[in-house]
């Protein structure tokens, strides 16, 4: 079968030259953006191209490149089943496979791969042709989430105009995209409807405290949330970081929100310490301990919560992993978080948490906050470093002075984005509760 087609991808131009021969089809990526190999019915990788290559060679780490598809899993963790793909039909379809992971900085990653099977004599080989927006770079860390194959309705033998290749290739991705868009943007409303507004806060409030938030997911959706809640004997607020963000971590905050809801407003536990335990205990049935080794779940929560007292000056403070600061008129104070998340195993479980109990004076303020804010990192100008712990802690004392609190929470955003300046990436999800005592 001769096929010398020009198909364009995602306005990536890929040649595919197949002749009789196997040995000599040849395969060139004109944009570097597209990721092309060719793999045999038994997993063999036979064909490549330069971005293939950069992806997956690590030879500084003593990583070769991988010649099968069982050795990208064993080197990189990235799972594609040639039991699957070996049953994909030959003669005209052609396929597209979605690969999502979660890289070593637990940033959801996501390869589409046109799969296109190749009659060959008495061979048949599959093309596949992966669009990626940047260059990823593994690191021997990533996990597997789910691969599926979807056909696409079109003859890319048979079809003589490269444009009509284009247009439909064009409109599966187009299609896609909108579907999962309006997907992501009507999860965004599940999680808003569920992480409580200013006018519920204030409702939970005591009348000698005020508080601001300061919530700015990096994407459209969450890994880190707030929660308000009212106990017997008192208000408790509360900050989460899940490990990553997007879908993933969204799917996990919203998991704390459930579960905290459960134990202060149902089970009405009330030490901030105890809370954490029970937490705790939780995600380390439902995620890991109860679930076969296969599915085991190692990600992890960190988390802030402090309980306030109507009529008291009073507070409880317990934390997993997470700094809390309290400001006052002469000093910062800084209550170091339990080095034991919630949930997983690869922490020390008889590690307990502390219940911290502090007498404040009125005008100070406590916050609480994920690493989103001082993780960020700056442009050119700021050496692109991260904004770190020391220099929030200076900001803290610097907007002190600042006498309404929401002034205050919007001069430290405006020093966030100063520092972040014409740098387009935020760093990671962004939220902060402002705690103030007024006697």
């Known amino acids: 079968m001769q096929m010398n087609n020009l198909l364009k991808f995602q306005n990536c131009n890929i040649i595919a030259k197949s002749t009789q021969k196997f040995q000599e089809k040849q395969l060139r990526a004109v944009n570097q953006n597209c990721l092309v190999f060719e793999i045999s019915k038994e997993g063999r990788i036979i064909n490549y191209n330069s971005l293939f290559i950069q992806t997956f060679s690590q030879e500084e780490q003593g990583i070769t490149l991988p010649s099968t598809l069982e050795e990208l899993y064993q ?20 396929y597209t496979a979605t690969l ?38 593994y690191t021997g860390q990533a996990t597997f989430y789910y691969c599926n194959f979807l056909p696409n309705c079109y003859n ?22 909108q579907a999962l868009k309006e997907s ?4 965004e409303r599940i999680q808003r409807a569920l992480i409580p507004s200013k006018k519920q806060i204030d409702e939970y409030l005591p009348k000698n ?20 809640g009212e106990g017997k004997t008192g208000s408790h607020f509360m900050v989460g970081d899940s490990t990553g963000h ?46 076969d080794q296969k599915h085991r779940i190692e990600d992890t929560l960190e988390a802030a919560l402090c309980k306030t007292t109507e009529n008291s000056n009073y507070v409880e403070i317990a934390s997993a992993m997470l700094p809390v600061y309290v400001v006052t008129e002469k000093e910062t104070k800084q209550i170091q978080g339990t080095k034991r998340p919630i949930g997983g195993s690869l922490y020390k479980r ?9 007498a404040l004076q009125p005008g100070d303020t406590i916050y609480l906050f994920s690493d989103g804010f001082f993780s960020q990192l700056g442009n050119k100008k700021n050496n692109f470093k991260p904004i770190g712990k ?17 002034s205050r929470v919007l001069a430290l955003q405006k020093l966030f984005f100063e520092w972040k300046g014409d740098n387009p990436e935020q760093t990671d999800d962004i939220v902060l509760i402002a705690l103030r005592y007024i006697g």
Not at 159 to 176: D, P, R
Not at 350 to 358: A, I
């Open 75 to 94: 080197k990189f963790h990235l799972y594609i089943p040639i039991e699957l793909i070996t049953q994909l039909e030959v003669g005209g379809k052609n």
């Open 100 to 137: 999502h992971f979660q890289d070593a900085n637990n940033s959801i990653q996501a390869i589409s791969l046109l799969i296109i099977p190749v009659a060959e004599e008495n061979s048949t080989t599959y093309l596949c042709i992966g669009n990626i927006t940047k260059p990823i770079k």
């Open 156 to 177: 890319i033998h048979n079809i003589n105009h490269l444009e009509e290749i284009n247009q439909a290739i064009n409109k599966s991705f187009i299609t896609k995209a």
């Open 184 to 187: 992501i943007q009507y999860a």
């Open 209 to 228: 405290f005020e508080a601001e938030v300061w919530y700015e997911p990096k994407d459209t959706i969450s890994g880190d949330f707030y929660w308000v």
């Open 246 to 291: 997007g879908v993933p971590g969204a799917l996990l905050s919203m998991l704390g929100v459930s579960s905290i809801t459960k134990l202060i407003e149902e089970r009405n536990i009330e030490d901030p310490a105890r809370i954490l335990t029970c937490l705790d205990n939780f995600w380390y049935e439902k995620l890991y301990k109860t679930v």
């Open 350 to 358: 008889e590690t307990s948490y502390q219940t911290h109990r502090l």
């Open 390 to 406: 020391k220099r929030f802690r200076q900001w803290l004392r610097e907007v002190q002075t600042i006498e309404e609190l929401s």
